[in-house]
């Protein structure tokens, strides 16, 4: 059996910290299922870090998750020299037996105390850090599903003279009855499921990756005329202005997180929705992402994380209508100046 190379550890190790692609993943659990070494190297990460199950992450500012990263690796690397210097040092006496042997006792307790202050240090920061880092991860997974989403809405407009996905509706129907498979267009993302029935999109590229939905997606795209549920589309997309078409958008906003203010519809279609706007829901962030901020996807394909909802100099909101404070579902942007992203 061949020993593992560095590649290979360093795979098995963010493995084990949950920190791989579908991919990734898939070729670690290869190596572990094949590789007794690998096994055994991933059940003791597991086991070290199993402690650290019982913490409840929460969420952490930036700028204290980037400072406490950057002192932990500065603890480590100080730590390391230290130990290094310290067996050089042990290595390099050259005493009788009585000696060496206190001096190998003495030894081996700097050497574990330096061992505990680098313990210490991971202990007190692995909370800050383990969450800042697994925040950055799914929202850079997030951004890459968007800028897949574009891909496939650009393959659309190429087969549809440049056209993005619509369907007609009725003056003041709804925008939001998601889930409802009647023969009229009663929601706003009728038209992203024209992308799947046509074989431009799959259903899961319309669930966030932080999401990780429990449903699965064992349906045939035809027989529907909607997404099946609200849980089966966790992003919010742009409704247009119906007084301008939006062919010629410029760099506008079409995607992004799911809406804050919509996160808890009506479960059946049949009811109604009234929803006054308060000032937390005004300040709130896409649950996505913990309320950190959310991914915006452009129509030239460029995805921004943004950590407010407004957009540009204009800073218009991109969750809500402006000077509208109630929503029944059936509200309108004025303009195309005015984004509105909505389920």
């Known amino acids: 059996m061949m020993p593992l190379n560095d590649a290979q550890k360093q795979l098995l190790f963010d493995y084990s910290l949950g920190q791989t692609s579908e991919l990734e993943a898939a070729q670690a659990q290869e190596l572990v299922f ?5 096994a055994r190297l991933v059940a003791s990460i597991k086991a070290s870090l ?134 009229e267009n009663v929601s706003n993302t009728r038209r992203m499921w024209i992308l799947v029935k046509n074989d431009y999109a799959r259903p899961t590229d319309f669930v966030c990756p932080v999401q990780k939905p429990t449903s699965a997606f064992g349906i045939n795209p035809q027989e529907y005329n909607d997404f099946p549920s609200r849980k089966l589309v966790t992003y919010s997309f742009r409704i247009s202005c119906p007084k301008s078409p939006s062919a010629g958008l410029g760099r506008q906003v079409i995607v992004a997180d799911m809406n804050p203010v919509f996160e808890d519809l009506p479960v059946s279609s049949e009811g109604t929705l009234i929803i006054n706007l308060s000032d937390a829901l005004l300040r709130r962030n896409s649950p996505n992402h913990n309320g950190r901020g959310q991914n915006v996807l452009f129509c030239d394909g460029s995805v921004v994380f943004l950590r407010t909802r407004q957009i540009d100099v204009s800073l218009d909101d991109i969750f809500t209508l402006q000077d509208t404070r109630t929503y029944r579902g059936v509200e309108l942007p004025a303009s195309e100046a005015d984004a509105f992203l909505a389920p």
């Open 34 to 38: 094949s590789n007794d070494q690998a």
């Open 50 to 183: 199993s402690p650290l199950e019982s913490i409840t992450p929460e969420p952490c500012p930036d700028e204290l998750a980037e400072g406490t990263v950057w002192r932990v690796k500065q603890a480590l690397r100080t730590s390391r020299l230290q130990l290094t210097q310290l067996i050089a040092a042990e290595q390099s006496h050259k005493t009788g037996l009585k000696a060496g042997f206190w001096r190998d006792i003495f030894g081996r307790l700097a050497t574990a105390a330096v061992f505990i202050v680098v313990g210490s240090a991971l202990i007190a920061g692995w909370r800050v850090v383990s969450n800042y880092t697994h925040q950055n991860y799914w929202q850079q997974r997030c951004g890459a599903q968007l800028a897949g989403l574009f891909g496939a809405l650009s393959n659309y407009r190429a087969d549809n003279d440049g056209q993005m996905p619509t369907l007609a509706a009725e003056p003041g129907a709804p925008w939001w009855k998601i889930g409802d498979q009647g023969p």
